[in-house]
């Protein structure tokens, strides 16, 4: 069975439209690289709040980071470490959230500023950082982070950054709504798959699952990522529960 979507486009449409979506991704990749190198930071990532109803009921998907490889296992980290207090802050407050790495060296600082940001708990991950939040409603909730061995931020710095991230999520979220049609069709296999991954399987737990084997269960994957246009499993599974293709 294949999911068809109304409206498709020819190959040269599909073409301009991917290229398109390259040019708007790099543009802001370059503001997040120049906010990264404002603050002497290692890595950035753009979280963005995923469903409705209580935090429980929601996820934390990043659709853009600079993780590279790792991407995967750098978000499952900051998830499972620091997304329920995540959620929950998103509902209450728009300070900014600080946390320290497990060494005593890796210390998110901002010495003139400290009563207008909120610490969390340092935990187990091995790098500091900050997110900022970021309420628009209905067109979209969700934090650019910044990690780093370590940060030393003053006020200024904090208020211009999270200014810029708001402005970086709302042109974010604009070119997501104009781009909501996928130029290619998933099938059931692929959106099962997808399914169990934002489920939080992996893909030897899939194929066990779905009697098939690990291999064609990355091909699928692979596959549901390359036709949502998306350069990481985790954009895909992200970019598939906004289509509706998975809950």
Known sequence: MVIYIPGGRSGDE??????????????LVARLQVMQKDIEARNFAVFRMNGNGLP??????????NWGTSAEEMTQDVVSTYGDEMKQHLDTSLLPLLWNG????QTAETID??????????RTLSYAGIAFPVRLGAQGNGYVAFMAPSLDLTS?????????????????????????????????????????AGDGYISEEIAEKMGLSVHTVNAYLGAATAKLDSVNRIQAIAKAIRLGYIS
């Open 102 to 105: 497990a060494d005593n060296r």
């Open 113 to 122: 500023f400290d009563r207008f940001v909120l610490r969390m708990k340092p």
């Open 56 to 65: 429980a009921s929601r996820k934390l998907t990043c659709v853009l980071d």
């Open 156 to 196: 200024e710095i904090i208020l211009d950054l999270h200014g810029r991230s708001c402005h970086l999520m709302t042109d974010l979220f604009a070119a997501d709504e104009r781009r909501l049609q996928p130029a290619e069709a998933l099938s059931e296999r692929e959106i099962g798959c997808l399914q169990m």
């Open 14 to 27: 599909s073409r301009n439209g991917r290229q398109t979506r390259a040019s708007r991704t790099a543009l």
